[in-house]
């Protein structure tokens, strides 16, 4: 199991940047995969990026390139997602995930069922 805490949601100001965390704990070894969803009110959730236990290798879809950057720090099983120039329709509650990977796969991939370690999420309200 794998257990997965974020921090740091809060009312942030539009074009400002921003950092979220996920402290993981459990079983985190070189299968777990982390990535990053959100979800918007009324919408379904949206992948946002994912990344290797390495931190090395990372997957975002074309939407979130340029604002968005996954890492990691695998010293303090830590995951982080720095927001850029923040916009009003990032305002979302975001979700860390966990995926536990067969060995030929790098990196998780950008649906849900994919994961099987999901934290509760944390709010994101970018507002002046």
């Known amino acids: 199991q794998v257990q997965l805490v974020e921090a740091g949601g809060g009312l942030v100001q539009p074009g400002s940047s921003h950092v979220l965390s996920c402290a993981a704990s459990?079983?985190?070894?070189?299968?777990?995969?982390l990535g990053w969803f959100r979800q918007a009110p009324g919408q379904e959730r949206e992948f946002v990026a994912s990344l290797s236990f390495s931190g090395d290798s990372t997957f975002l879809p074309d939407s979130f390139k340029g604002r968005f950057f996954i890492t990691r720090d695998n010293v303090k099983n830590t995951l982080y997602l720095q927001i850029n120039n923040l916009k009003p329709e990032d305002t979302a509650v975001y979700y860390c995930?966990?995926?536990?990977?067969?060995?030929?796969?790098?990196?998780?991939?950008?649906?849900?069922?994919?994961?099987?370690?999901w934290g509760r999420g944390t709010q994101v309200t970018v507002s002046s």
């Open positions: 995930a966990g995926s536990i990977m067969p060995s030929h796969i790098l990196v998780p991939g950008a649906t849900p069922e994919e994961y099987q370690f």
């Open positions: 459990g079983r985190i070894d070189s299968t777990l995969g």
